[in-house]
T-cell receptor
Framework: NAGVTQTPKFQVLKTGQSMTLQCAQDMNHNSMYWYRQDPGMGLRLIYYSASEGTTDKGEVPNGYNVSRLNKREFSLRLESAAPSQTSVYFC????????????FGPGTRLTVT | GDSVTQMEGPVTLSEEAFLTINCTYTATGYPSLFWYVQYPGEGLQLLLKATKADDKGSNKGFEATYRKETTSFHLEKGSVQVSDSAVYFCALSLRGGTSYGKLTFGQGTILTVHP
């Protein structure tokens, strides 16, 4: 099992460009999440999907959109990138085993110039 | 709202030293508590967890006890190794309702262990 995979691993964008970060899990998990990691701030939740067909905003959703394509895939889109979106982005999933343990992907390092 | 506060870092230790990383939380409900570890260039991995008061989570020599009375979940290890150098995150998740397993993280503590 690959667990949670993310593509790309690195990306450089110019201000105003758009891109989609891809995430897939092969653990048959119901819920998936997108976080961003910034120095000194831990991880902050951008959007989540409690189950296939649903998405909801997290703590810092402005400037992002998401799509839960199917049970396996959950993508994050930046429509018009800004330098403030320079960050490391992590996708995670959980299967509600009672302790809500989340499994994380390796991350995407995004730089917006 | 819910929040997690970790001791400020970075923490620098010599090999075989004792480690403590403090973590306190505030939560509107009854949370599950977690410690995640992030090695350089990698994603987060679950290190240990506890789901109710007085539970002790343990893994790879690390331990943490869920203390409801002090709202704390401090991470300890008796003898650290160079390979323990990483960033450590304390986190909580509320169970049930509309929480959907969302994690609230502390800011992370960078640990560096020297030979």
């Amino acid at each position: 099992n690959a667990g949670v995979t993310q593509t790309p691993k690195f990306q450089v964008l110019k201000t105003g460009q758009s891109m989609t970060l891809q995430c897939a899990q092969d653990m048959n998990h119901n819920s998936m999440y997108w976080y961003r990691q910034d120095p000194g701030m831990g991880l902050r939740l951008i959007y989540y999907s409690a189950s296939e067909g649903t998405t909801d905003k997290g703590e810092v959703p402005n400037g992002y959109n998401v799509s839960r394509l199917n049970k396996r895939e959950f993508s994050l889109r930046l429509e018009s990138a800004a330098p403030s979106q320079t960050s490391v982005y992590f996708c995670a999933s959980t299967g509600f085993r009672g302790t809500y343990e989340q499994y994380f992907g390796p991350g995407t390092r995004l730089t917006v110039t | 709202g819910d929040s997690v506060t970790q001791m400020e870092g970075p923490v620098t230790l010599s090999e075989e030293a004792f480690l403590t990383i403090n973590c306190t939380y505030t939560a509107t409900g009854y949370p599950s508590l977690f410690w995640y570890v992030q090695y350089p260039g990698e994603g987060l991995q679950l290190l240990l967890k506890a789901t109710k008061a007085d539970d002790k989570g343990s893994n790879k020599g690390f331990e943490a006890t869920y203390r409801k009375e002090t709202t704390s979940f401090h991470l300890e290890k008796g003898s650290v190794q160079v390979s323990d150098s990483a960033v450590y995150f304390c986190a909580l998740s509320l169970r049930g309702g509309t929480s959907y397993g969302k994690l609230t993280f502390g800011q992370g503590t960078i640990l560096t262990v020297h030979p």
